[in-house]
């Protein structure tokens, strides 16, 4: 067929174009008059549009062969690992019994929490002060004196809660009580300029910009959560009435209040737009920031001290009564006979009864899962297996001698066949340990 022309029209028969004319100056009974061409399309059969089945467009279920034993579970164990071939225990083995420990920072206080600047090597910290002493965040180099640090900030209630940094290098630390809590936001420096300042300065560090935010409507912040995105700043911060959303950047700041009487007492991004909050009632919750949508997801059979995100479609939850579990976000819902929640995988040797999620601390890196005990120890677990993994040789990673209660891997590099793999920052009383 030949080509179409604007404007023209192809006579089969001649074989040749004739310009498109208007009806009073075409020929009569010619094919290309405006009028021929409108008849011999309204004559041609038209296309039929396409059916879309009605079933298209009802709401996807969850399909129930996930749960059957010989279908859906059978492809979600091979998936998460747990065919011997993928579970990845011998290099996960070789990674963990090849650690050593080194003290990577000494203060003169019991460490609460901290937070790593990566770009910088730097650790931002909160220590446990005496009555009457000033409460600051405290900045420290690697392997330098117990008394020689920095000071982002000086805090000015005690009770202090949480710190976290963002990708776009902005840290938040929350302190407070029953009554009152307080944010502060600080704009660390550039990389270099850190590193120059921390260098020439003694005491309070200088900043590109410092915020208070306080809440006296009996909100008690208890943890943080940064979105993992350096292109925005966005803060998830749990506490006694629910969750709050802090948005901002260089020169205001928002916050955006999910209240509820629930405790949340943990909180983790799933992806740009949802997040996930573990509650001290054993809700499992699942949000979405873009329309306040909120679906709960699992009931734990404890309260919940941590919920985090494993990989895409899987989060580990971790609980008092020696509750560690995780469960896959795809899976249809299914209860036990006490309404629990079933979850897909239950981790038998995990040990801790009684702390509350201010006295243990648990991180995630690829399927590896690190968490504290009530007995001044770490543990590793293979995600895909949920077998717990020997730590070094010997007794050198025993009791601790102190409550370990932050514990954080430091980068992102995958765990190799030589046993090469990522840092495990480890803070126990007055020092925080490298495992590496």
Known sequence: MASQLPGYYFDEEKRRYFKILPN???????????????????????????RVSANMLSRIQPSAILAHPL????FLRREHGVDPLRAGEGVYNAWASGLGRA???RAQQTIQSFAMDKETGTLLMMLDCMPGEDWYLHVRMPRTAPNDGRFLF?????MLSSVNLSPSRFAIATSGDSNSSTMIITKLLEPERFLECYRRTAGMMPNDGLWQLIFSDAFQCFVTAPKP?????????????????????????????????????????LDANTYLTGERSGAVRLWDIRNDGMSLRF???????????????RIVV???????????????????????????????????????????????????????????????????????????????FGNLG???????????????????????????????????
């Open 229 to 269: 995105d350096p292109a925005s700043t966005v803060f998830l911060v749990g506490g006694s009435r629910g969750t709050v959303i802090v948005t901002g950047g260089e020169s205001r700041w928002e916050t955006k209040m999910q209240y509820s009487a629930r405790q949340v007492t943990s909180v983790d991004w």
């Open 318 to 396: 971790a609980g008092v009564q020696n509750n560690l579990m995780s469960y896959d976000l795809r899976s249809p819902l299914a209860f036990d006979a006490n309404g629990m929640s079933r979850p897909y995988m239950k981790f038998d040797t995990y040990r801790n009864f009684d702390h509350n999620n201010f006295s243990t601390s648990l991180d995630v890196h690829e399927n590896l899962i690190a968490a504290s005990t009530d007995d001044n120890q770490v543990q590793l677990f293979n995600g895909c297996t949920g077998r717990e993994i020997k730590i070094g040789s010997g007794t050198r």
């Open 71 to 74: 279908g859906g579970a059978t």
């Open 402 to 436: 102190h409550q370990v209660r932050c514990l954080r891997f430091a980068d992102h590099e995958l765990i190799t066949e030589d046993g090469t793999g990522p840092r495990l920052y480890v803070a126990a009383g007055p020092t925080v340990q490298e495992w590496t």
């Open 103 to 105: 003290t990577h920072v």
């Open 299 to 313: 009931e734990f059979p404890s309260a919940i001290n941590h919920a985090k995100k494993v990989g895409d479609q």
């Open 154 to 158: 000086e805090v000015m209630e005690p």
């Open 24 to 50: 009073h100056q075409a020929p009569k009974g010619a094919k290309y008059s405006k009028e021929a061409l409108k008849t011999a399309a309204r004559k041609r059969p038209k296309k039929q549009p396409l």
